[in-house]
């Protein structure tokens, strides 16, 4: 079963969350503050991360920063009292894939919790003998992981996933319909598009040396994106 590892200063938080996902059969680990949680990414496997923003020593934010700096990319879900938008987006910003705000239903986490996960294992980059170098990048699907100029990228999950599916397509043009369907398992619908747009943007500042002016992540206006080694 998937390793969760549970991240709050809160003890009857960690408590309340370990009752629900040891009886759905999880892995846990727990930590109570940042610090804690950066030891466990570095020692354990971790499937996915339920990250608190306010704790002491480290918060949240400056934790999913540091885990998607060293190049994990395990999908985090941030729990937040913070309800204010600019709070929300600062945390996808810094590397969360999703957040849900205090207090929780117990059973939405958890279901959180499968819906991330089966859309982690429901994409799953064909492993290859040996590392694909495509231009500056050198993708490593086996280990998830994505190099420019012998560099790891910390990327988070969709990140990476985006990425790894162009590089291995070079020069293929993808719909944005296309991409939001492959990378977030759902139905291109209403604000598909913008979210596709609004990644791409993300991806950009971490993998090109001037974002505004892209050699490698190229827009085909009206058409879709593509990796131009």
């Not at 306010?54 to 879900?77: I, N, Y």
């Not at 810094?94 to 929780?104: M, N, S």
């Not at 919790?113 to 003998?129: E, F, G, S, T």
């Amino acid at each position: 079963m998937p390793t969760i590892l549970i991240v709050d200063d809160e003890a009857d938080i960690r408590q309340l969350l370990r009752l629900y996902l040891q009886n759905d059969g999880y892995e846990l680990l727990e930590a109570s503050n940042g610090e804690e949680a950066l030891q466990y990414v570095e020692t354990h496997p971790i499937d996915l991360m339920l990250l608190d923003v306010m704790m002491p020593k480290r918060d949240g934010f400056s934790t999913v920063q540091a885990v998607r700096q060293a190049g994990h990319t395990f999908p985090v879900l941030m729990l937040t009292a913070k309800q204010e938008d600019l709070d929300k987006i600062q945390g996808l910003t810094f590397g969360a894939d999703d957040y849900i705000g205090k207090p929780f239903n117990p059973l939405e986490v958890l279901a959180r919790i499968k819906a991330m996960l089966r859309r982690v294992q429901q994409y799953h980059p064909p492993v290859a003998a040996s590392a694909l170098q495509v231009g500056p990048f050198t993708l490593r699907a086996d280990e998830r992981l994505i190099l420019k100029h012998h560099t790891p990228l910390a990327l988070t999950r969709r990140e990476f996933d985006v990425l790894a599916l162009l590089l291995m397509h070079p020069k293929r043009v993808f719909p944005a319909e296309e991409l939001y369907e492959r990378i977030w398992q759902e139905e291109a619908l209403g604000s598909a598009t913008n979210a596709v747009m609004v990644l791409m943007h993300k991806l950009r500042e971490k993998v090109e040396d001037a974002p505004k002016q892209p050699r490698h992540l190229q827009t085909v206006w009206g058409v879709g994106y593509k990796v131009e080694p």
